[in-house]
C-alpha cells in the first residue's frame, strides 16, 4: 500500500463525489487541511469554486486560535474560497478534554453543512493518521468493548474452542479508519487522503509557498497519539500495519455482509423491545453469535458491542455449555426452547424530565421531544407504575411468546410518569408514539454517532428491522438496495 500521490487521490475522491453537491472542508490551518483545501480548489477550478465552503472551528481553548481562524479566513478571501468561523461556546469540561473538543468540532462542523445544504464534511485525515490510529488501538489489544471508530473489540485468541469460536471477530478495531462516516444519522464524514502521506501534501503547500499554522497540542506528549507520532518510525513497520488495516478492513466488510443476510433472514422484533433469534444453525453459528452481541447492544443502549469474555458467553449459552439465561450490555439474554430472546434488563433505568420544547436521550434508546410549549415532561420505567393502564402494545404481540418474557421486557420499557393534561400516567410511551404534545424516535447508541459506511448494510437492516428507515446513503457510494441486490 504505497503512497498516493494527493492529486491522484483529489482526482478519485471526486470522480465519486456527486458533480454538483457542496463540499464543507474543516480547516483548522495545520498543513494537512490547508492541503487538502489548495488541492480540492486547484482540482474544481473557477467553475466550480462556488461549491466549496472552508469551515474553521474555533474552540476558545487557545488564546492564539481566534488568530488562526482568521488567517485561515484570509487565506480563503485572497482565493475567493468561502469561508465560515464556527465557534465553541460555553464550559469547557476538566476531564475528557480531547473528547469533548472532538464532540464538539464535529457538532460544529454538522451544524455548518447543514445550513450551506452539503450532504458531506470532508476531513484531512491521512495517512500517518491511519497509522497513527493502528498504533494506539494495536496498544489496548485485548479490549474490553468496541464501538464504530473508537478502539479494538477483542484481542488474542481466550482459551477453550468455544472462546475461540466467540473470538473470530478479533481486531475489528484494527481495521483502521473508514473513508466515510456518517455522524448522527444526518451528515457524512469524508476523508479523501487515508492514503496520502503528511510529507507529500507539505511538499505541495511548500512548492505553492503557502505557510501553515501548528497546533502546540501536537507536539504535548500528555496526549496518547503525540507519543505515537514521535516515536522513531520503521518505514516497513508502517507499511505491514498499512497491510493489516486493509485486510481486516475487507474481513470486516464481508463479515457485515454475511451478518445483514442472516438479520434480514433470521431475526424477528416484537413490538420495539424483544428480539427473537432461531436456536443454533450450524451452517450460521459465528453469526448467530454476531447477531446476539449487535442485537443486545442496540436493545441495551449500548455504544459499544460485547467484548471478549461476553461473546465466549454468548458462545456458551448458542452451544448449550452454559447457563440458558445470561445478562450482558444491559441486555437479558434468555434461550428457551421456541428460541433466543433478548430484552433490556430491569437495571439502571432513569427518570428523566424533558422540559418544554425541548429533545432528550432516555436510556440510550429513545428520543423523546416535549412538543408542549410550557410544560415539562417526566419519562421512566414502565415498572415503576403502580397501576399501569392496559397496553395495546401488549395486546398486539404474538400469543405464542413466553409470557415471562414479555413481562420483563415491558417493564423496562419508557412512560409517562407524569405528563400534560389528557396524558395518563403509567401510558407506554409506545402507545403514543406520535402527537401535538411527544414524540418516541428510538435510537441506536452503535450506529447513531458514528458509521462507518462498511457497516451500513447492517444498520439498514436493523433499521428495517426495528421498523425505521434507513440510513441516508453515502455521497461517494453506488445506491446500497442496488448494490445489495448483486451480492
Not at 12 to 23: H, I, N, P, S
Request: hydrophobic share 40%; glycine share 8%.
Amino acid at each position: 500500500m504505497s503512497d498516493v500521490c494527493p492529486e491522484s487521490a483529489i482526482e478519485d475522491f471526486l470522480q465519486r463525489f456527486g458533480e454538483t453537491d457542496k463540499l464543507c472542508v474543516a480547516v483548522s490551518g495545520g498543513s494537512d487541511s490547508l492541503a487538502l483545501l489548495h488541492l480540492l480548489h486547484h482540482h474544481l477550478g473557477t467553475r466550480h469554486s462556488k461549491r466549496l465552503t472552508a469551515v474553521t472551528v474555533d474552540h476558545g481553548l487557545r488564546a492564539a486560535s481566534a488568530g488562526e481562524a482568521e488567517a485561515v479566513a484570509q487565506f480563503c478571501r485572497s482565493r475567493g474560497i468561502d469561508h465560515r468561523t464556527m465557534t465553541w461556546v460555553g464550559p469547557k469540561p476538566a476531564n475528557g478534554l480531547q473528547d469533548a473538543a472532538r464532540n464538539a468540532r464535529y457538532e460544529l462542523l454538522c451544524e455548518a453543512a447543514r445550513s450551506l445544504g452539503a450532504k458531506a464534511i470532508v476531513t484531512a485525515h491521512s495517512r500517518d493518521d491511519q497509522i497513527e490510529t493502528f498504533a494506539m488501538r494495536q496498544a489496548r489489544v485485548p479490549g474490553p468493548e468496541t464501538g464504530p471508530e473508537t478502539g479494538p473489540e477483542i484481542g488474542p485468541e481466550i482459551g477453550p474452542e468455544i472462546g475461540k469460536a466467540a473470538a473470530k471477530g478479533a481486531g475489528r478495531g484494527l481495521a483502521g479508519m473508514a473513508e466515510a462516516v456518517l455522524y448522527r444519522r444526518q451528515c457524512w464524514i469524508l476523508r479523501p487522503l487515508l492514503r496520502v502521506s503528511r510529507a507529500a501534501l507539505r511538499s505541495r503547500l511548500a512548492a505553492a509557498s503557502i505557510a501553515w499554522s501548528d497546533d502546540p497540542s501536537n507536539v504535548d506528549r500528555r496526549f496518547e497519539r503525540v507519543r505515537i507520532r514521535m516515536r522513531d518510525h520503521d518505514v516497513q513497520a508502517d507499511e505491514q500495519m498499512l497491510q493489516t488495516m486493509a485486510a481486516r478492513g475487507e474481513v470486516r466488510r464481508r463479515q457485515a455482509e454475511t451478518l445483514a443476510r442472516f438479520l434480514r433472514g433470521n431475526v424477528v422484533i416484537h413490538g420495539d423491545m424483544i428480539a427473537q433469534l432461531p436456536l443454533a444453525l450450524s451452517a450460521h453459528c459465528d453469526d448467530l453469535q454476531r447477531a446476539i452481541g449487535l442485537l443486545a447492544a442496540l436493545l441495551g443502549g449500548r455504544a459499544y458491542l460485547p467484548g471478549a469474555s461476553a461473546r465466549d458467553q454468548i458462545a456458551r449459552l448458542v452451544s448449550g455449555a452454559g447457563p440458558a439465561r445470561i445478562n450482558l450490555s444491559r441486555c437479558v439474554i434468555d434461550r428457551r426452547a421456541k428460541g433466543i430472546f433478548l430484552y433490556r434488563e430491569m437495571r439502571a433505568l432513569p427518570t428523566l424530565q424533558v422540559a418544554p420544547d425541548c429533545q432528550a436521550l432516555w436510556d440510550e434508546r429513545y428520543c423523546i421531544t416535549n412538543r408542549h410549549p410550557s410544560l415539562p415532561l417526566v419519562v421512566g420505567p414502565f415498572a415503576r407504575n403502580q397501576h399501569p393502564s392496559r397496553s395495546e402494545l401488549i395486546e398486539n404481540l404474538p400469543a405464542e411468546l413466553p409470557r415471562g418474557v414479555v413481562s420483563r421486557a415491558i417493564k423496562a420499557q419508557p412512560a409517562i410518569l407524569a405528563g400534560h393534561d389528557g396524558m395518563s400516567t403509567g401510558q407506554l410511551c409506545q402507545g403514543i408514539k406520535s402527537s401535538d404534545e411527544l414524540s418516541l424516535l428510538r435510537y441506536f447508541a452503535h450506529f447513531d454517532l458514528f458509521l462507518p459506511e462498511f457497516e451500513c448494510n447492517v444498520a439498514d437492516i436493523c433499521a428495517t428491522l426495528f421498523g425505521l428507515p434507513p440510513y441516508p446513503q453515502s455521497p461517494l457510494s453506488m445506491n446500497r438496495h442496488e448494490k445489495w441486490q448483486t451480492n
